[in-house]
């Protein structure tokens, strides 16, 4: 029997950090980095090898999953000083779970071919307790070889494993509308329990009656119950929300494509951060209807 593949995650933050977990879960070596010592710590913890370089994981590891925050990081750890690619082993397969746009997820694959890298462009989309579980959703994009190379491995991370292409870029195009939605999805459900609470309306009961009925979505059962409970604990920030709309709008009109609920969610997201609430979960627009500062 032969020693199982060897996993690598950079940026263990919320996401990533479930994703390492989840590996550890299905007894893989998982060799960690991340720029918070708190979070290595965790996964040190956990069983997890801490790396002090991009490098060194790519070094520890056969295939290595990438969830930093934007296009800026994921350039960084992979093509920086001490970056993933300086230390992989020909043959390695990136997975790029960051939401980052197509434009620049298709420039991955050509600038890790000197090196013998393949690229698979694997957003991922469910939230941390789906990464845990190994439940969680990913749109992976790349050559049909490289897919089935590394499947059987994805497969024990995200169970909703869906190849959407061959093309690098396409993973990330279905995450973009996969995030209009998400967005558009959560301003509709807070507008309408803080209209609710405005018109009299007990909210709780009103958001029992709608998760029953045909206005429910994901967003809005995730994300209302803990927000009308008080709770605000960062799962997914409202800033990183809104740079994924952002994402969404600067493809559209690079498309010559009018979006307008994905402009209006964007402006409703852009609103709450202004507040200052940015860095708060993003169930947080609930706070910018009740302050009246949504429009």
Not at 204 to 232: N, Q, T
């Amino acid at each position: 029997m032969g020693s199982p593949p060897r996993i690598g995650v950079i940026g263990i933050g919320a996401m990533g950090m479930a994703v390492a977990m989840r590996a550890l879960d299905v007894h893989l070596p998982v060799a960690v980095r991340d720029v918070r010592p708190e979070a290595e710590a965790e996964a040190a913890a956990a069983g997890a090898t801490v790396c002090a370089t991009a490098a060194d994981v790519g070094r520890a590891a056969d295939l290595v999953v990438v969830l930093v925050v934007d296009a800026q990081q994921v350039d960084t750890v992979l093509f920086g000083d001490d970056g993933l690619a300086q230390g992989m082993a020909p043959g390695g397969i990136v997975v790029v779970s960051s939401t980052i746009s197509p434009d620049f997820a298709e420039t991955i694959a050509p600038r890790l071919a000197p090196a013998s890298l393949h690229h698979i462009d694997g957003p991922v989309s469910g939230g941390p307790a789906r990464a845990r579980d190994g439940s969680m959703s990913m749109m992976a994009a790349g050559p049909d070889a490289v897919f089935a190379q590394a499947e059987p491995v994805l497969q024990q991370l995200a169970s909703r494993l869906f190849h959407v292409g061959r093309r690098t870029g396409d993973g990330a195009r279905t995450k973009m509308l996969n995030n209009l939605l998400a967005g558009v999805n959560l301003a509709a459900a807070c507008e309408a329990i803080a209209l609710g609470e405005k018109l009299g309306l007990d909210a709780v009961r009103l958001l029992e009656v709608i998760r029953a009925s045909s206005g429910d979505s994901w967003m809005l059962g995730d994300r209302l119950p803990r927000a009308l409970a008080g709770d605000f604990g960062v799962r997914a920030m409202v800033d990183i929300l809104k740079k994924d709309l952002g994402i969404v709008t600067q493809a559209a009109d690079a498309a010559d494509y009018a979006t307008p609920l994905a402009d209006a969610a964007l402006g409703v997201f852009a609103r709450t951060s202004a507040m200052g609430l940015g860095g708060e979960d993003d169930a947080a627009l609930l706070k910018c209807y009740r302050a009246g500062k949504a429009g």
